[in-house]
């Protein structure tokens, strides 16, 4: 679809936004979104919308005002309605105020694109119509189209139906949070709350409260009941990223949350039925955590009913060309910037860099690369660390360990940045004691 098309959101569901908003990306639209009917007519009044999506049922001004101002005060604009509420006379009434047509929620992404198709002129038909059927170039906000991302693709449209729990592992940088997010948004349950937990970041004292909640007086400074993350994601979508970073006991008390569907808050002896689908997901082999006793079996195999390895950059073959002019329209466009050039050998360079810390290094570094540069990037914009080549002939490659090839990377990196070990750390995208630790 035209990427010049406007399309106007409006929905009290954030996380139905949300899931628009990414449908919308995956064909070339970056819609406006607002989560009320004031909002909306105020971007209605200053911005060329050539859509209109908006829900009927909210809160303080309805769905159906929205539908009414825009059809007396912006004729022409074509509206489409999407309301968990259908009934006839519902759908009369807006079709009457100026709607041209009305989906029903839940609604896939393929009827979306038809509804969307079937009200905008018919070359965006073409090509809407086209991004269905054809090699997905993207997926729910995922950049690639490798073979390796299509299986990844096809893995998630396979637990769109069901409530299965899902590993996700990868790298460092892959985007495991992405493609949970994807998961949960192109689920039959979009509409739901997706609760995003990073286990590494909360104190392990703490852990335990902020999942499953606690009441009253349940330890000092519990000044009040407090609902925990599996309540608020209650009928969505929880993710549990670093999961390898949680203790025995807390992974038995996971444990028996997937097993009775129940959490017991903190300090209370009643349980609370839970509906929530758990997503999980690491970037270390969890088989040896286990085999050291760090992490349970029987909780590895409630987790991993669904298995999603993320491929490294490295392995994404002719997806590093893709995310690059993906994120450098991106931030262009953010910044108000004039499209970027690169200069011949530049995108021949980054390519056959080994990206060590993925999508996130790459994204940071385009950054970088809009901000400090205009109009051409040439190969003075490169950093030297990226140039080197390994210096070894091919057939003495075939003969490189792993280990023997991370030693020789590590220590290109740091002839590169002059010893800055802090630098060096934050290229190779792990912390300095991780660095110390390989230098030993």
Not at 15 to 27: F, K, S, V
Not at 327 to 349: H, Y
Not at 350 to 374: C, S
Request: neutral net charge; proline residues 3%; glycine residues 6%.
């Amino acid at each position: 679809m035209d990427s010049s098309r406007s399309i106007l959101v409006v929905d009290d569901n954030r996380d139905l936004l949300e899931l628009i908003r990414r449908q919308l990306n995956a064909i070339g639209v970056n819609p406006f979104i607002s989560d009320n009917v004031i909002d909306a007519i105020e971007i209605l009044d200053n911005t060329k919308i050539d859509l209109l999506i908006t829900d009927m049922n909210m809160p303080n001004i309805s769905g159906d005002q929205l539908v009414r101002y825009a059809s007396e005060h912006h004729p022409g604009l074509p509206t489409l309605v999407i309301t968990g509420y259908p009934n006839v006379d519902s759908a009369v009434h807006v079709m009457k105020l100026g709607a041209i047509e009305y989906l029903i929620k839940p609604f896939t992404e393929e009827e979306l694109y038809k509804v969307i198709a079937k009200i905008l002129p018919k070359k965006e038909t073409e090509v809407a119509t086209k991004v269905v059927e054809k090699k997905r170039d993207s997926f729910m906000g995922i950049i690639g189209a490798s073979e390796s991302m299509q299986q990844l693709y096809d893995t998630i449209e396979r637990t769109k139906s069901n409530k299965a729990t899902v590993l996700i592992s990868g790298e460092s940088g892959t985007g495991k949070e992405l493609v949970a997010r994807a998961i949960h948004y192109n689920s039959d349950y979009s509409s739901a709350p997706f609760v995003p937990v990073n286990c590494g970041a909360i104190p392990e004292q703490l852990i335990e409260s902020e999942l499953f909640g606690h009441i009253k007086g349940s330890f000092t400074g519990a000044i009040s009941n407090r609902a925990g993350f599996f309540q608020a994601a209650n009928g969505g979508t929880i993710f549990l990223d670093e999961i390898s970073n949680t203790s025995l006991e807390l992974q038995a008390k996971l444990l028996r949350v997937i097993q009775d569907k129940q959490v017991t808050a903190l300090g209370s002896e009643k349980s609370q039925q839970i509906d929530v689908r758990i997503l999980a997901a690491t970037n270390v082999n969890i088989w040896d955590l286990i085999s050291q006793g760090k992490f349970r079996e029987d909780l590895y195999y409630r987790l991993n009913v669904i298995s999603i390895n993320i491929p490294p950059l490295r392995a994404r073959s002719g997806d590093i060309n893709k995310l690059i002019h993906f994120f450098s329209k991106k931030f262009c466009r953010d910044l108000g910037k004039k499209k970027l050039v690169f200069a011949k050998g530049v995108l021949n360079t980054l390519e056959k860099y080994a990206w060590p810390g993925n999508v996130r290094e790459m994204e940071n570094f385009i950054q970088r690369i809009v901000i400090m540069t205009d109009g051409e990037v040439t190969m003075n914009d490169i950093p030297e660390y990226m140039k080197m080549k390994i210096d070894q002939t091919e057939s003495d490659q075939n003969f490189l360990t792993l280990e023997e090839y991370e030693k020789k990377y590590i220590r290109k990196v740091l002839v590169a940045v002059g010893n800055n070990k802090s630098e060096a750390a934050r290229i190779l995208n792990i912390d300095r004691k991780t660095l110390r630790d390989k230098l030993k």
